[in-house]
């Protein structure tokens, strides 16, 4: 079982940057490959980046690719996801989520635990 808890979204303005974190429960964190998605209002969750389990492989979305890093300390039981050259269109709740089935994946259904989401919204 993991539990996940998302911070660092907000407001910025276009062009602005943000890190987000996600923060997880669990001794077993290391063996978990982690993403990142986002919903916006109106649309459905899309993905937008992930992870394997010792952060030695990273994959991205081509909407937020050279714009999106994510990353992972293990110690911590956290990953994150730093954003920058923020656009309107990346406005959306992010959330982080884990699974243990695949080394990386990208699919939304592969990932067994969610994290409740934030907000990040970017003003033109």
């Known amino acids: 079982q993991v539990q996940l808890e998302e911070s660092g979204g907000g407001l910025v303005q276009t062009g602005g940057s943000l890190r987000l974190s996600c923060a997880a429960s669990?001794?077993?964190?290391?063996?978990?490959?982690m993403g990142w998605f986002r919903q916006a209002p109106g649309k459905e969750r899309e993905f937008v980046a992930a992870?394997?389990?010792?952060?030695?492989?990273?994959t991205y979305a081509n909407s937020v690719k050279g714009r999106f890093t994510i990353s992972r300390d293990n110690a911590k039981n956290t990953v994150y996801l730093q954003m920058n050259s923020l656009q309107p269109e990346d406005t959306a709740v992010y959330y982080c989520?884990?699974?243990?089935?695949?080394?990386?994946?990208?699919?939304?259904?592969?990932?067994?635990?969610w994290g409740q989401g934030t907000q990040v919204t970017v003003s033109s």
């Open positions: 989520a884990a699974q243990g089935h695949f080394t990386i994946a990208i699919m939304a259904s592969v990932y067994d635990y």
């Open positions: 669990g001794r077993t964190f290391s063996s978990y490959g």
């Open positions: 992870i394997n389990w010792s952060g030695g492989s990273t």
